[in-house]
């Protein structure tokens, strides 16, 4: 049986929770590795468990994001799903996952079964905000169906598809790169990439996304920048449609930097760089921002070592953020 090696990786997502707290990062990527074994030490299980939660509107996204993959695969096969069978499944998987995390299944096997922050950490949520979110769910994939995009996908050539949700991966400065396009395709010569959001726009965030779409992109399938065209839809705005986002060589030259200056971060808190064996717990700081401690799927873990925060009231200031 092949042995699984916690390989050094970066990605936007990892980059961003690099920077909210490093204490955060450490037990994400380092704590975790191995608790999806039940046998697996105490601390090592219950942060596996903790880092595979999702708050509600990380679920929100991961939910649309799903069934809108989905649907694409299947217009892609020659079958169109028509938006009541999309809005249906998507009731289903949320109903389905709710139950599922109300009932702790999560803590038998996190992969599995969605387990939610608010189930987790017993936040007082009213079933109407639980209902909102359902709401704005469907509002998202209604809006994705009723989009010019999607009357041009349904009649657009499949073959020229390139990607539905892939995860894929490519080297810069001796790392892996991770990323995930929502989709892609080639149109008139060119290559289309496409993010779908479901909620706040981040532009700081967007832009270096979307850099490292675009390197990829270059590498992947051999094209030069000027051939790359890149897209956010948010799916959750008033008249959504794809918004162009600039792909320019000052773009790839500012991610590339960000990228770099990332890594470098990170791998100065390992030990080994080789091996991606960490410097103990007490090399990586914890945030300054205490507020944020207050949704972190580690508070668990993370008020034993940490002597600024104490135990908030589970429904402290949770509606502030909705």
């Known amino acids: 049986m092949t042995t699984l090696e916690n390989v050094f990786s970066w990605s936007k997502s990892r980059d961003e929770e690099f920077r909210e ?3 955060k990062y450490f037990y994400d990527r380092y704590v975790s590795w191995g608790g999806w074994d039940v046998n697996a030490p105490k601390e090592t299980r219950l942060a596996y468990v903790l880092k595979n939660l999702k708050n509600r509107w990380a679920w929100k996204g991961e939910t649309v994001h799903h069934v809108i993959e989905d649907v694409l695969k299947s217009l892609r096969a020659g079958r169109p799903v028509p938006f009541e069978t999309a809005l249906a499944r998507l009731t289903e998987v949320m109903r389905r996952d709710y139950r599922s995390s109300k009932t702790k299944k999560y803590l ?3 992969k599995k079964n969605i387990g939610l922050f608010e189930h987790e950490y017993e936040k007082s949520v009213s079933d109407t905000v639980w209902k909102k979110i359902h709401d ?3 509002a998202c994939l209604k ?9 041009e996908l349904l009649e657009d050539d499949k073959s020229s598809w390139l990607m539905i949700e892939d995860l894929e991966e490519y080297n810069f400065d001796g790392a892996k790169i991770f990323v995930k396009l929502d989709f892609a395709r080639r149109k008139n010569g060119l290559i289309e990439i496409y993010d779908w959001k479901t909620g706040k726009d981040d532009g700081a965030a967007a832009s ?5 779409y675009a390197v990829y992109a270059m590498q992947k399938w051999n094209v030069p920048l000027e051939e790359i065209r890149a897209y956010l839809f948010n799916l959750s705005a008033e008249s959504p449609m794809p918004n162009p986002q600039p792909v320019s060589k000052e773009l790839i030259d500012s991610t590339r ?11 100065q ?4 760089p080789e091996k991606n064996i960490p410097l103990p717990r007490e090399n990586f700081k914890f945030t300054e921002n205490t507020r944020l401690c207050d949704f ?4 668990k873990i993370c008020e034993k070592y940490n002597p600024v925060i104490a135990r908030r009231s589970p429904t402290a200031t949770d509606e502030a953020i909705s």
């Open 21 to 23: 707290c490093q204490r």
């Open 108 to 110: 038998d096997d996190p």
């Open 136 to 138: 704005e769910s469907a």
């Open 143 to 151: 809006n994705f169906y009723g989009s010019g995009l999607y009357r």
């Open 208 to 212: 270096v996304q979307i850099g490292a």
């Open 257 to 267: 930097k960000v990228m770099a200056k990332s890594i470098e971060g990170m791998k």
């Open 269 to 272: 808190l390992l030990e080994d």
């Open 296 to 299: 972190c799927n580690f508070y």
